[in-house]
């Protein structure tokens, strides 16, 4: 981690933050599992008075879980226990061997989206797709009624969250 309580967006904390990711050095191996409980356990900053606070974690993976919990089925019951502020959870798959089902799942589990940059193409134009979706969101926590009719199912039983270019 590069603070010890999630940190506003501040010019000076980002600059922080660029100069703790020039200091990283890559030693093999992919903890999802990890990344994943200390996001979801991490305290919330207060809100501000800037409007309603929409919960987001933005995560980056390489691959496929090689350390820490790697069955994805448990990977997915700890997030589902973790999550106790309804997170919208967004992924950006970096490479050609991520574990896109266990991607999928989480997102779908969690409302949010992903997306996928391989290996030849440019990281920019994805990165920059996902920034525009996290920052609109258009409607949440959507909910399907179908009041006055006789309906024997509806589906998706639960819709995530819709952002803006969607």
Do not use: W, Y
């Not at 990344?35 to 008075?49: F, G, I, S, T, V």
Request: charged share 25%; with cysteine; hydrophobic share 40%.
């Amino acid at each position: 981690t590069f603070f010890d309580q999630p940190m506003r967006a501040s010019p000076e904390n980002v600059d922080t933050a660029l100069r703790r990711v020039d200091t990283l050095a890559a030693m093999g191996g992919t903890n999802i599992s990890g990344a994943l409980q200390q996001a979801l356990e991490a305290a919330m900053p207060p809100a501000d008075d800037g409007g309603p606070f929409l919960p987001q974690i933005v995560f980056l993976t390489d691959g496929q879980p090689t350390m820490g919990v790697t069955n994805p089925q448990q990977i997915l019951e700890m997030t589902k226990r973790l999550d106790t502020r309804a997170m919208r959870v967004f992924a950006l798959g970096v490479g050609d061997e991520i574990d896109v089902h266990l991607i999928d799942d989480l997102v779908q589990q969690h409302r949010g989206a992903r997306d996928f940059v391989r290996n030849k193409e440019k990281i920019e134009v994805k990165v920059d797709a996902l920034c525009q979706k996290i920052a609109q969101p258009a409607l949440t926590d959507v909910e399907v009624r179908c009041e006055g009719l006789d309906s024997f199912d509806v589906h998706p039983a639960r819709t995530r969250d819709l952002f803006c270019g969607e």
